[in-house]
């Protein structure tokens, strides 16, 4: 049987209310940025991505990386 550790995004005080789409949001952004300024290898980027692939739905990721990779998405990574 496969140890397999499920988690999910812990408490972030920015984010007191149960509505997190902007802690889906900031995450995502969060995320991009420490690519961009610290490379894929940085790990500690890697806490961002387990956040938004946690809380935010799978349409928004995709529908997002569609339009980072267009030019059109509306946050400043």
Same mark, same amino acid.
Request: glycine share 4%; charged share 30%; with cysteine.
């Given at each position: 049987?496969?140890?397999? =550790? ?29 690519? =961009? ?25 995709? =529908? ?14």
């Amino acid at each position: 049987m496969s140890a397999y =550790k499920m988690e999910t995004a812990p408490f972030d005080p920015r984010f007191p209310n149960q509505n997190v789409t902007r802690y889906c949001y900031q995450s995502y952004i969060d995320f991009h940025r420490c690519v =961009k300024k610290r490379g894929e290898d940085f790990a500690p980027c890697n806490y961002f991505k387990k956040v938004y692939k946690s809380m935010c739905p799978n349409a928004w990721v995709e =529908k997002w990386d569609d339009q980072r990779e267009s030019g059109t998405f509306p946050g400043r990574i």
